[in-house]
């Protein structure tokens, strides 16, 4: 099948395409025409016939297809899906239901509890953020099982540097979140002159010391009010009833 820019995909043999959600096709559809595109559908779809790989196929554009381009009010940067088993659903930091919510994320819970009073949820599915305008994406968007950034350098940190330009192209402000060394260095892709950058230490356990107290829930929502927006509702709904 030949690449069909119009449809959004791009075909990769017999283990599918990268299909890009409708709201982003006009400011990402020349990315996905170029070369390094094709060839990264085609490194993903021959590392799912090898290996597995996480998010599941489909699953690679979930942040860009659960938060439209026109609805995107604040980007938090993620680098590397989870790569152990059920985790990855392609939104950074997030995961489905009824999966233990890894460290990281139990360190924002912790620092949203602290910042705003707001305690812990029963699960770690950040839909909630994501349907208020909270893009969840991750540097790379695909791994290996098991293997942390067994897909660094394959292409994917292109793309989504033109997704975070995309963003930053937006006439209506955003507030950029970066956590950690590796996400400060997105800074130069973003008009500082037009949007809020929230940085701060990475929620790993690694650097958790340094990211307690630095309340970036309240910045963000200080950020939107000044920009005449609402803020984001950070409570996670509970899973459980009862």
């Known amino acids: 099948m030949t690449d069909t820019v119009e449809a959004g995909v791009v075909e990769a ?27 990264l559908a085609a490194f993903v779809a021959a590392e799912r016939a090898e290996h597995q790989v996480f998010p599941p196929s489909g699953q690679e554009f979930a942040a860009l297809e659960a938060t439209p381009y026109e609805k995107v009010r604040v980007l938090v940067l993620g680098q590397d899906p989870y790569h152990d088993d059920g985790q990855a659903h392609g939104m950074s930091f ?20 602290a910042d705003l009073g707001i305690p812990a949820p029963d699960n770690g599915y950040l839909m909630h953020w994501a349907e208020q305008g909270v893009l969840l994406l991750n540097a790379v968007l695909t ?34 979140v970066l956590w950690g060394n590796y996400a400060k260095k997105k ?56």
């Open 143 to 176: 791994v290996r099982a098991h293997e942390a950034n067994s897909h660094k350098a394959k292409g994917w940190e292109k793309f989504t540097d033109a997704v975070i330009k995309a963003v930053s192209a937006r006439e209506e402000p955003v507030v950029f």
């Open 94 to 113: 997030s995961v489905l239901p009824g999966t233990k919510t890894p460290p990281s994320l139990r360190n924002i819970f912790k620092e949203l509890d």
């Open 187 to 242: 800074l130069p892709l973003i008009d500082t002159e037009k949007h809020v950058v929230v940085q701060g230490a990475h929620p790993s356990p690694l650097s958790a010391k340094l990211f307690f107290g630095s309340r970036p829930f309240s910045q963000i929502n200080e950020a939107l009010d000044g920009f005449g927006g609402e803020p984001i509702d950070w409570k996670v709904p509970d899973v459980k009833q009862g």
């Open 13 to 39: 043999g017999e283990g599918g395409g990268l299909d890009l959600p409708e709201s982003w096709r006009e400011v990402l559809g020349e990315e996905a025409e170029k070369p390094y595109f094709a060839e």
